[in-house]
C-alpha cells in the first residue's frame, strides 16, 4: 500500500552490493542513509532523524507503524503493533526495534501494508507478519502473525511445485502481491484487488495473476484496496494482431463492401448464430445486432470490451465475473450510485433489465439512426450546450479534420467518446472516420488492408451502441424515460472528462476529431482522389524497442500502468468508480513513459521519465495535487514550471515528492492533509476541520536535511532518506542525474513543440472554424524530395537520442535511489552506445544542413512559429535579435551537442572525489576524456558542414562546370579548394582554367566544361623535392593518371600536402563519418585496401577492383569484375594478376561460365590451375601465357558430348605434343604413345576392351608404317600399316597353334584380309630356332625414360633447375621453403582448406634440409634421409610430394580399364623402375653426400645390432645386410610401390591366370586331407611331425584326423605375403616363415640341428599348400621383377627360390 520498491533494477542484485564509497571518511553510518521522518507540512514541522548503527536503504510505512532495512539485510520495527500479543506493543519512531527473528537472513527488500509487514530475503524467500484476518500474511488457521514467518511462493503447475524466487514485494490493507524473477505478479489475501479469478476469499496460498502471465511486469504497488502493475509494453507484432476478417464461430465474413458510383457501402452487418465469439485474448465478443450491456468507457483509450450479463447462460467465467462489480443503479437525480452485491440481489430483475440483458428483444441489424434523428434527439436533453457543441462535432465531422498522421502516433492518443463500441465494431470505427485524415488512407488502400486494420477512432454519437435494440428514441427496453436518464448519466460522467483531455492532447500537439458511428457510410470521389495524392512519409517520433545495442543496460520507457480493485474514489484510472476483477491497462498512460507507480490509501501516482506526476483516485485532501475534476482519470499534477520530480510517495490522505529545484540538491513538496500537531493521534477517519494544500507546497526544511535520495510515505507519516556530501561525490552524482532529467525534458520539449509540429507541416491543416480546409505548402514541395528523407532521418536519430537520454535519465534516478556507486554508471561501462547514437545525430544533422534542409525548411515554418518565433528562440537558448529562422533552426538541433561537454564535466568533477591511483578515478577520466574528445570532433564537423553549406551556397556564382552540382552529396564535406588559383595544374594550356576543389571523400579537378572525381581512397600524393627548382610541386597519383600540382609558395603547398593526406587519412579509416578522430596518422598508409572504378585503362576499362593496393596500382588480394560478367578473384601484383587467383567467364554462345582456379603471373595463366570450359571439359594442370602447356589432364564429354574421353599427357602451346595417353572410353580404345600438334605421331601403344593390342608407328593421327597386332587368342600380325586397324604392305601373321603366313596383306583387321604369300607349319619339323618366332613386345613402344619428362621437368624447375640435374642445390631448398610456406599461408587463409596442426609441424619440419652437415653419408644420415623422404612424399605441397601424386594418377590412368592388359606388363614394370632412377636422380641433387645405385655406406663397427646379427645367423650364407648398399628400389620402393600396387598386381594376376588356376586347383585338391595323410604324401621325415599343438592355450595331441593343426603359426604368417607390398616386406615374411618352422621342429627335437635343404622343402612345401595363397604365381613374379639385385644371392634370394620352386611343385604335382 504505502509504499513502493523502487525503478526497473532488480532488487536482488542491488541491494547485495554495499554503497560504494569513495573516502572512508563517507562510509560511516552518520553520512549515508540516514532516516527523517515527520508528518503534515506546516512551517512548525522538524523532521527527527531516527539513529540508527547502520544506513537505511528502504523504509515502508503502513497505517502506524514501520519498517526499515539497514545496510546488512537486518530489518527493524516501529510503530504499534497489534499483532504483538506477549510483547511491547507500540515503539516509537525514534527507537526502532530489530525484527530478531530474521537475524541470520540477509533481507533484501521490505513493504508494509495497513497492519502487516513483508520482507524478501536474498534467495528470493519471503517472509511475513502482523495482522492475517483477511489472509493477507498468507499463513492459514492464524489471525495475526507475531514475528517474521517465511510464506512458500509455490508453482502448482510444476512437479513437484518449485518454489518461486520474489524480487519485491507490495502490501495493501487485506491483501499482498509479488513479483517474481520471471516479472509474474503473484497475489494473496481478500478482495478483488488481488486480480485472481476466484470468488472464495481469504486466498491463503500464493496464486499467480493470470491475467498478467506472459507480460514483463516491472513493478507492483498496494493501495489500501487497488492494485497497481506497471508493465513494460509488448512488442509491436505481439501489440498490434491483425483483426479476424472472418466469424471464429461460423466463418462468414464479418465485413462487407461495395463501390457504388459516387460512394462505397461498408457493411458489418454479419449475424452470427452462436452469439458470442471468443477472441484470442479470452474476452468475449458481442455479434453486431445483439446488444451488450451499456456501459461508460472511462478513458481517452480503454479497450472497449463488452460486459456481457452474469445471467447469460455458457458463458465462460472469464467473461462473466467483471459483472458482479460492474452493474449500477440509478438515483432520482440522475447521479451514479456504486451498489454492493446485496445491492444488486435485492434490484433482482430490474437491475438486469435495465443495464440490458444479451439478445434484448426488438434488436436489429441497423443500429444507427441518422445524423438529423441524433440532432433533434440531442436537442431534447438537458445539458443543451454540452448537447450542441458534441453535435456540431459530430454532424460537421467532415469539415473538422485534423492533419494525418502516421498510424502509430494516432492509435495511442486519442478523443474520448461518450459511447462505446464493442470490440467486434471496429470496421465501424473504420467506416464513420472516413471522412478524417486517417481513413483517408484507409479507403484508399482499403482492398490492400483486406479492412483487417484495426484504428481507434471512438465516437460520440448518443444515439446508440453497437449492437443496442431498436435505435432511438425507444431503443432500450424501459422506455424514453429511463433512456433518457442514462443518457443524462452518461453527459455527467463524460463532461469534464471529455474536455480534460482535449486539453491533453492539445499539448500533445495533436487534433483529433470525433464522429457519428453509421452503417452506411459515403465517401466522396473528390476525398478519394485527395487521398490518393502521395505525401511525406509520417516517422514514428518513439523508437520501438529502444536502442538495440542498450538491451537489457537500460530501463525500458515503453511502458504501462494496469490498474484493478476497488475504484470507488476512482482510483483506478480508468475514467469510472467501478470496481475491476481483473487487472485493464489505463491505457492514456501507454505513451506517457511512466518510471515509477505508487498507490495511497484511495488514490494512485505515476511518475514518468519527463518529470511529471500524474495522479488520479481519491481527492478528499488535496492529495493528488491538483482540484481539477473529475479524479478518475490521471492527470499531471500542478507544479512550478522547472520543477521536475524523480521520486515518489503515498500516504492515507497525502502525497509527498522528491524534485529537482533551481539547485541540484534536492528538495521536497507535500500534497494533502495537514496533520495537527495535537491531533496527532486522532483517529484516521476524523478530518473534519483539517486543512490541506490546493497543489503541491515546499517543504521548507528540505535543504537541510542533505542530499535527499528517496521519499516514503505512509498513514499520516513522511519519511526521507538523505546521504551527507564529504567529498562531494553524492553532490556531484545527484548533479549528474539531475543534468540529464534536465536534458530529457528539453528533448522531449523540442520533439513535441518543434518536431511534431514539422513534420506534421507536410498535412492538410484546417481553420479553428472547423468549417473549410485551407492547405498551407506541403513539405515534400517545400523540401524536395531528397532533403524530405534527410529531415525524416533526422527525425528518426533525435527521437533514438532522445530515447536514450530518457532511458539513461531514469537509470541514474534509480541507482541515486539504490546504489549510488561509480560502476554504476553505464555512461563508463558502455560510452560507445551514447557515442554511437551521439555521433549518427551530428551527421544527421550535419547532412540536411549541407544539403540547404534548413534553408528550405525557414519558409514552411514561418506558417507555424510567425514573424516572431519566441518559443524557438527560448529553446534554442539564443539571445541575440533578428536572427533569421533557418539560423535558429540550425543552432537548435545542433543543441544537443553541448550535452557532452556537461558530461565530460560532470565525471571529472566525479573524478576529483578519488585517489589519482585509484580504478575509480581511471574510468572516470577515461570516460571524461572520451566524451570531451567526441564534443571537439563533433564540433569540428558542425564547422565542416557550415563551411560547405556555405560553399554551394555560393557555388553558381563562381564558375559554370557542368554537371558539378550533382556533386553535392549529404555526407560530401568540403575541405579546400583552389578559385584563388593557389593551385594549378603543370603544363596545362595558358588560357586553360583548372579548379581543384578537395571533399572528405574526393579530389574534383574542374575544367571549363568538364570535371573528373578522384576518389580519396585510390589516391596517393607526395611532395616534389624543392632543392633542383623554384617549383612548390606536388606529385598526384591515382590508378590511371598521375599528375603535377603547382602551388604558389611553400606555405600552400605544405597546406594542401597536409589536408590531401588528412583527407585520405579519414576516408580510409571512415572517421570523416564516425569516431571521435582522435589519434590520426601523420601519413596514410602507401599499402591500402579500396574499391574504384577504372574508365581508361583498355584492358581493364569499366571494370571495379575492390582490393589491396600499393602506390596507385592493384597489389594483394583483390577483386576485379568487368561489366560483360568476367569476375577475377585473388592476388595481384604492380596492378597485374599474380600468384593464386580465380577466373570466372562468361560463355557468350553457351548460357554457362568458363570458370579458371589457379596460379598467373603477369596477368596471365601461369602455373598449375583447373580450368572448367562451359562446354563441360575440365582440365588439370600446366598452364603458359593464357595456355594449358605441360603436363595436364582433360577430361572431355562429361556433360553434353556423346563421346567421353580424358588425355593425361604433355601440353605445348594449348596443344597435346609428347607422350601421353588418351582414353577413348566410347570406342573402348587407350592410346598409349606419342603426339604432335594434337594428332597421334611417333611410337605409340593401343589396347582395347576386346583384348586388340597394337604397338608400333603413328603418323597424322593413324596407324601408319611397321607395327605388331595381337588379337585375344594371340594370333600376331607383324609389318606394315595404312590405317587405324588396316593392314598394307608387307608381313608376317602367325596363328595362335605357330603355323605362319609371310607376304603382303591387304584389309581391315577382323573384316577380311587379302593375302600374297607363303603358309609355313613349324611344329612339323619341330626344331629349337623355330620356336623362338614368338613376338617380344615393347621394342617399338615408347621407351620407359622418354615417357611423362613433362612431369619430372616441372618438378625440376620447382627446384629452380632448368634442365634435370643443372642448378644449385641451396637454390632448391629455398625453393622447397618457400613453396611450403606459401601453401600454408593459402591454407591458412583458407578456412575450407584448413590443416591440422599435426600436419603444420610436418610441413615446418620438411622444410629444413635434414642433412646439415656435409661429409659421406653415415647409417644415422641414411636414415633421417629416408624419413624425410617419406614424410616429402607424403604432402602434395612438397616438389617430391606433388611429383609422387602426379606419378601415380598418370600410371593409374594408364594401366586401370582398359588399360588392365596382360601385355602391358613389362612396360608397367619398366615404367617403374624408370620412376625410381629418375626420383633417385633427384634424391641425390638435394642429397649430394649420397652414394650412387649400388654404392656402400660403411656401418659403424661398434654398433651392438651388428655382432648380435653375426651371431644370431642361422645359415652359413653370408649375405650384405639391407640398407647398407644404397639402392634407388631400397630407398624408394617402400614409398612409391603401396600407391601403384593395386593396377600393378591386376596385371601381374592377367598374366599368370592359367598357371595361378592350375596351382589353386592342386592346392584345394591337397586340403582336403589331414595333417598327418598330407605330411605323409610330400615326404616329411616323421621326425618334424608335430606330436602335440596348442590348441585355445592347451597342448592337444596329434591324431590321424587332426587337421590344419601343424605348423599353423607358420602358416598364418606366410598368409601375412599377399598383405605387404614390396619385395623386402614379401621376402621378409618368407624369412618369418623359416623362422617360425624351426622354432616348432626345434621344440619337439629339443636338440640342436641345422636344417638341410631336402628336409627343409617337404616341410615349406606343406606350410605353403596349409597357407591357401590364391594368386601365389604373381606373388612369386613381382618378387623377381622387382627385388633389389643385392639380396639375390643372400639368404633372401635362397628362401626366395624355395618358395618359387614350392610354387612349381605344387602345379605339377599328381595326387595318387
Known amino acids: 500500500m504505502h509504499q513502493h520498491c523502487h525503478g526497473q533494477i532488480s532488487v536482488m542484485e542491488s541491494q547485495r552490493k554495499r554503497y560504494a564509497a569513495p573516502s572512508s571518511g563517507e562510509d560511516s553510518s552518520g553520512e549515508r542513509g540516514s532516516l527523517h521522518t515527520w508528518k503534515g507540512y506546516s512551517c512548525s514541522v522538524t523532521p527527527e532523524r531516527v539513529l540508527l548503527s547502520r544506513p537505511v536503504l528502504q523504509a515502508a510505512l503502513g497505517t502506524r507503524h514501520g519498517v526499515l532495512l539497514v545496510e546488512g539485510g537486518q530489518v527493524y520495527s516501529f510503530g504499534e503493533f497489534r499483532w504483538k500479543q506477549s510483547q511491547v506493543s507500540e515503539v516509537g519512531p525514534l527507537k526502532p526495534v530489530l525484527e530478531s527473528a530474521l537475524s541470520g537472513q540477509c533481507v533484501v527488500a521490505v513493504a508494509a501494508g495497513s497492519f502487516h509487514s513483508g520482507a524478501v530475503t536474498e534467495d528470493g524467500g519471503v517472509h511475513m507478519w502482523g495482522e492475517n484476518s483477511f489472509g493477507q500474511c498468507g499463513l492459514s488457521s492464524l489471525t495475526v502473525v507475531p514475528n517474521p514467518t517465511p510464506v512458500a511462493v509455490l508453482d502448482p503447475d510444476t512437479s513437484p511445485p518449485h518454489t518461486i524466487r520474489v524480487l519485491e514485494l507490495a502490501c495493501g490493507e487485506q491483501h499482498s502481491l509479488a513479483l517474481s524473477a520471471q516479472h509474474e505478479v503473484w497475489a494473496w489475501g481478500s478482495g478483488c484487488q488481488l486480480g485472481l479469478v476466484t470468488t472464495i476469499f481469504p486466498v491463503w496460498k500464493p496464486q499467480k495473476v493470470e491475467h498478467l502471465a506472459g507480460r514483463h511486469v516491472l513493478q507492483v504497488a498496494c493501495g489500501a484496496f487497488h492494485s497497481l502493475a506497471l508493465v513494460r509494453c509488448l512488442p509491436p507484432q505481439e501489440a498490434r494482431r491483425p483483426l479476424p476478417d472472418k466469424c471464429g464461430q461460423c466463418n462468414q465474413l464479418l465485413y462487407t463492401m461495395t463501390d457504388k458510383e459516387d460512394h462505397v457501402i461498408i457493411s458489418d452487418s454479419h449475424y452470427c448464430p452462436l452469439g458470442v465469439e471468443l477472441l484470442a485474448d479470452g474476452e468475449a465478443r458481442l455479434e453486431p445486432g445483439r446488444s451488450p450491456p451499456l456501459r461508460l468507457r472511462g478513458s481517452p483509450s480503454e479497450p472497449l470490451s463488452s460486459h456481457t450479463s452474469a445471467s447469460a447462460p455458457g458463458l465462460h467465467p472469464s467473461i462473466t465475473d467483471h459483472t458482479d462489480y460492474e452493474r449500477r443503479t440509478v438515483a432520482q437525480n440522475g447521479e451514479i450510485l456504486t451498489t454492493t452485491d446485496s445491492d444488486i440481489s435485492a434490484a433482482g430483475t430490474d437491475s438486469d433489465r435495465t443495464v440490458g440483458g444479451v439478445g434484448g428483444a426488438g434488436s436489429q441489424n441497423s443500429p444507427y439512426p441518422d445524423d438529423q434523428a441524433v440532432k433533434e434527439y440531442l436537442k431534447k436533453l438537458s445539458d443543451t450546450s454540452l448537447a450542441e457543441e458534441t453535435a456540431k462535432m459530430t454532424i460537421a465531422g467532415a469539415s473538422f479534420q485534423p492533419p494525418a498522421d502516421s498510424l502509430d502516433l494516432l492509435t495511442s492518443d486519442l478523443l474520448p467518446g461518450v459511447m462505446p463500441v464493442t470490440t467486434s465494431s471496429a470496421l465501424n470505427s473504420l467506416v464513420s472516420s472516413c471522412a478524417s485524415a486517417v481513413a483517408e488512407r484507409v479507403v484508399s488502400t482499403c482492398e490492400a488492408l483486406s479492412l483487417k486494420k484495426r484504428i481507434n477512432c471512438y465516437y460520440p454519437g448518443v444515439g446508440g451502441v453497437a449492437g443496442a435494440p431498436g435505435g432511438v428514441p425507444g431503443g432500450f427496453p424501459g422506455g424514453p424515460a429511463e433512456e433518457r436518464v442514462r443518457l443524462e448519466e452518461s453527459m455527467q460522467g463524460k463532461k469534464s472528462c471529455s474536455t480534460g483531455d482535449i486539453r491533453e492532447e492539445e499539448a500533445e500537439g495533436l487534433s483529433r476529431r470525433l464522429s457519428l458511428p453509421g452503417l452506411l457510410s459515403q465517401v466522396s470521389p473528390r476525398l478519394l482522389r485527395r487521398a490518393s495524392r502521395p505525401r511525406v512519409r509520417a516517422v514514428p517520433l518513439t523508437p520501438v524497442g529502444g536502442l538495440p545495442e542498450a538491451g537489457e543496460l537500460l530501463p525500458s520507457l515503453q511502458t504501462e500502468v494496469w490498474s484493478w480493485g476497488r475504484g470507488e474514489e476512482g482510483q483506478l484510472g480508468h475514467g469510472d468508480n467501478l470496481p475491476r476483477l481483473q487487472p485493464l491497462c489505463i491505457k492514456c498512460l501507454s505513451s506517457k513513459e511512466v518510471v515509477l507507480v505508487a498507490a495511497g490509501a484511495h488514490h494512485s501516482l505515476a511518475l514518468t521519465a519527463q518529470s511529471q506526476v500524474f495522479s488520479w483516485g481519491s481527492n478528499s485532501s488535496g492529495q493528488l495535487g491538483h482540484m481539477a475534476c473529475p479524479t478518475t482519470i490521471p492527470r499531471l499534477a500542478k507544479l512550478s514550471e522547472g520543477i521536475r520530480v524523480w521520486d515518489v510517495g503515498a500516504g492515507a490522505q497525502h502525497t509527498l515528492l522528491l524534485a529537482d529545484g533551481d539547485c541540484y540538491q534536492p528538495i521536497l513538496y507535500y500534497s494533502g492533509q495537514q496533520v495537527r500537531e495535537a491531533a496527532q493521534d486522532a483517529p484516521q477517519d476524523q478530518t473534519e476541520g483539517y486543512s490541506y494544500t490546493q497543489q503541491p507546497v515546499l517543504l521548507p526544511f528540505c535543504m537541510n536535511l542533505g542530499y535527499v535520495s528517496g521519499v516514503f510515505a505512509g498513514g499520516q507519516s513522511c519519511v526521507a532518506l538523505a546521504d551527507r556530501n564529504v567529498t562531494g561525490f553524492i553532490a556531484s552524482l545527484h548533479e549528474l542525474a539531475a543534468a540529464e532529467r534536465k536534458f530529457y525534458c528539453k528533448l522531449s520539449s523540442v520533439k513535441n513543440q518543434i518536431l511534431r509540429p514539422l513534420l ?953
Open 760 to 1712: 506534421d507541416l507536410g498535412e492538410n491543416c484546417y481553420s479553428s472554424a472547423g468549417q473549410r480546409p485551407w492547405v498551407r505548402e506541403s513539405l515534400g514541395t517545400a523540401l524536395g524530395p531528397a532533403s524530405t528523407v534527410l529531415l525524416q532521418s533526422l527525425a528518426r536519430c533525435y527521437c533514438r537520442l532522445c530515447h536514450l537520454t530518457g532511458q539513461h535519465s531514469a537509470l541514474l534516478t534509480a541507482n541515486l535511489r539504490r546504489r549510488r556507486e561509480v560502476k554504476s554508471l553505464v555512461m563508463l561501462e558502455h560510452a560507445s552506445i551514447f557515442l554511437d547514437t551521439y555521433n549518427e545525430y551530428c551527421c544527421s544533422v550535419g547532412n540536411f544542413l549541407v544539403m540547404g534542409g534548413f534553408q528550405a525548411l525557414a519558409k514552411p515554418s514561418l506558417d507555424f512559429f510567425g514573424k516572431c518565433p519566441e518559443l524557438l528562440q527560448r529553446l534554442a537558448e539564443s539571445s541575440e535579435e533578428n536572427i533569421p529562422l533557418s539560423d535558429l533552426l540550425v543552432a537548435l538541433f545542433y543543441l544537443p551537442m553541448r550535452h557532452l561537454h556537461e558530461y565530460g564535466r560532470l565525471l571529472l568533477k566525479l573524478g576529483t572525489c578519488f585517489e589519482v591511483s585509484s580504478v575509480d578515478y581511471q574510468k572516470l577520466q577515461d570516460g571524461c576524456s572520451k566524451f570531451e574528445a567526441l564534443a571537439l570532433h563533433l564540433k569540428r564537423r558542425r564547422k565542416e558542414a557550415e563551411y560547405t553549406y556555405h560553399f554551394w551556397k555560393s557555388f553558381p556564382g563562381k564558375m559554370t562546370v557542368s554537371g558539378l552540382d550533382s556533386l553535392r552529396k549529404p555526407p560530401r564535406r568540403l575541405i579546400c579548394e583552389s578559385s584563388n588559383k593557389a593551385l594549378t595544374l603543370q603544363n596545362s594550356g595558358r588560357f586553360s582554367v583548372n579548379w581543384f576543389i578537395l571533399f572528405n571523400d574526393a579530389l574534383v579537378h574542374a575544367q571549363f566544361s568538364t570535371h573528373h572525381v578522384f576518389p580519396l581512397a585510390t589516391l596517393w600524393v607526395e611532395p616534389i623535392p624543392e632543392e633542383n627548382t623554384d617549383l612548390y610541386g606536388l606529385k598526384v597519383i591515382s590508378p590511371e593518371e598521375t599528375f603535377t600540382l603547382l602551388a604558389c609558395s611553400s606555405m600552400e603547398k605544405a597546406k594542401w600536402l597536409r589536408s590531401i593526406k588528412q583527407a585520405v587519412d579519414q576516408a580510409m579509416s571512415g572517421a570523416g563519418q564516425s569516431g571521435s578522430g582522435a589519434g590520426q596518422r601523420a601519413e596514410p598508409p602507401i599499402s591500402r585496401t579500396a574499391s574504384y572504378t577504372f574508365y581508361k585503362d583498355s584492358r581493364l576499362k569499366e571494370a571495379t577492383y575492390e582490393g589491396r593496393w600499393l602506390a596507385g596500382k592493384p597489389n594483394g588480394r583483390g577483386m576485379v569484375k568487368w561489366l560483360d560478367g568476367r569476375i577475377y578473384t585473388g592476388t595481384f601484383k604492380n596492378g597485374l594478376e599474380d600468384g593464386f587467383g580465380d577466373y570466372v567467364m562468361p560463355s557468350k554462345t553457351l548460357n554457362l561460365n568458363d570458370h579458371y582456379q589457379g596460379h598467373w603471373k603477369e596477368g596471365k595463366m601461369h602455373g598449375i590451375g583447373t580450368y572448367k570450359y562451359a562446354t563441360g571439359e575440365l582440365y588439370e594442370g600446366s598452364f603458359q601465357d593464357n595456355m594449358r602447356h605441360g603436363h595436364g589432364m582433360l577430361r572431355s564429354g562429361t556433360l553434353n558430348s556423346s563421346s567421353p574421353s580424358v588425355f593425361i599427357g604433355q601440353w605445348v602451346h594449348d596443344k597435346k605434343t609428347g607422350y601421353g595417353v588418351f582414353d577413348d572410353i566410347t570406342r573402348g580404345e587407350k592410346y598409349m604413345g606419342m603426339w604432335q600438334d594434337d594428332q597421334r605421331q611417333g611410337t605409340g601403344v593401343i589396347v582395347t576392351q576386346f583384348g586388340l593390342y597394337y604397338e608400333g608407328a603413328f603418323n597424322n593421327n593413324k596407324m601408319q608404317g611397321t607395327g605388331v597386332l595381337l588379337s585375344e587368342d594371340n594370333t600376331t600380325y607383324e609389318g606394315e600399316f595404312s590405317e587405324d586397324w588396316t593392314l598394307n604392305g608387307k608381313g608376317v601373321l602367325t596363328m595362335a597353334n605357330g603355323d605362319y603366313f609371310e607376304g603382303t596383306f591387304t584389309g581391315e583387321w577382323g573384316s577380311g584380309l587379302k593375302v600374297t604369300g607363303s603358309f609355313f607349319k613349324p611344329n612339323l619339323y619341330d626344331s629349337d630356332g623355330d620356336k623362338g618366332r614368338a613376338v617380344k613386345l615393347g621394342r617399338l613402344a615408347v621407351r620407359p625414360e622418354e615417357k611423362w619428362r613433362a612431369v619430372f621437368e616441372e618438378c625440376w624447375m620447382r627446384l629452380g633447375c632448368e634442365a634435370p640435374g643443372q642448378g644449385e642445390n641451396q637454390r632448391a631448398w629455398e625453393n622447397i621453403a618457400v613453396a611450403l610456406t606459401t601453401s600454408r599461408r593459402q591454407h591458412r587463409d583458407c578456412p575450407e582448406m584448413n590443416l591440422s596442426q599435426s600436419h603444420n609441424r610436418t610441413l615446418e619440419s620438411l622444410e629444413f634440409n635434414p642433412q646439415q652437415h656435409v661429409g659421406p653419408v653415415t647409417m644415422e644420415k641414411y636414415d633421417r634421409i629416408r624419413h624425410y623422404l617419406i614424410k616429402a612424399c607424403d604432402t602434395p605441397l612438397h616438389p617430391l610430394g606433388r611429383l609422387m601424386e602426379t606419378l601415380v594418377a598418370v600410371y593409374r590412368m594408364t594401366y586401370v580399364g582398359v588399360g588392365a592388359n596382360r601385355r602391358l606388363l613389362l612396360q608397367a614394370v619398366n615404367e617403374i623402375m624408370s620412376y625410381l632412377a629418375r626420383i633417385f636422380q633427384l634424391v641425390r641433387f638435394l642429397f649430394p653426400d649420397l652414394p650412387e645405385e649400388g654404392g656402400v655406406i660403411p656401418e659403424p663397427s661398434s654398433d651392438p645390432q651388428d655382432k648380435k646379427d653375426s651371431n644370431c645367423a642361422d645359415t652359413q650364407l653370408e649375405s650384405p645386410k639391407p640398407g647398407r648398399v644404397v639402392s634407388s628400389s631400397s630407398l624408394l620402393l617402400p614409398v612409391l610401390l603401396p600407391r601403384l600396387y593395386p593396377p600393378l598386381f591386376t596385371l601381374y594376376a592377367l598374366e599368370k591366370e592359367r598357371e595361378d588356376n592350375v596351382y589353386w586347383e592342386c592346392v584345394l585338391r591337397l586340403n582336403k586331407q589331414p595333417d598327418m595323410a598330407l605330411l605323409a604324401f610330400l615326404g616329411v621325415q616323421h621326425k618334424f611331425w608335430p606330436v602335440s599343438v596348442p590348441v585355445l592355450g592347451e597342448r592337444t595331441e596329434v591324431v590321424s584326423s587332426t587337421k590344419d593343426a601343424c605348423f599353423a603359426s607358420a602358416t598364418e604368417t606366410l598368409q601375412q605375403i599377399s598383405t605387404t607390398f614390396t619385395p623386402s616386406d614379401k621376402l621378409q615374411v618368407i624369412q618369418l616363415t623359416f623362422e617360425e618352422i624351426t622354432k616348432e621342429v626345434v621344440s619337439s627335437l629339443e636338440d640342436s640341428f641345422l636344417w638341410s635343404m631336402d628336409d627343409l622343402f617337404p616341410v615349406f612345401l606343406y606350410v605353403v599348400l596349409r597357407a591357401r595363397i590364391r594368386n601365389l604365381g604373381s606373388e612369386v613374379s613381382l618378387i623377381e621383377d622387382l627385388m633389389d639385385p643385392c639380396v639375390q644371392h643372400g639368404e633372401h634370394g635362397i628362401m626366395f627360390t624355395t618358395l618359387k620352386a614350392c610354387y612349381y611343385q605344387i602345379q605339377h604335382e599328381k595326387t595318387t
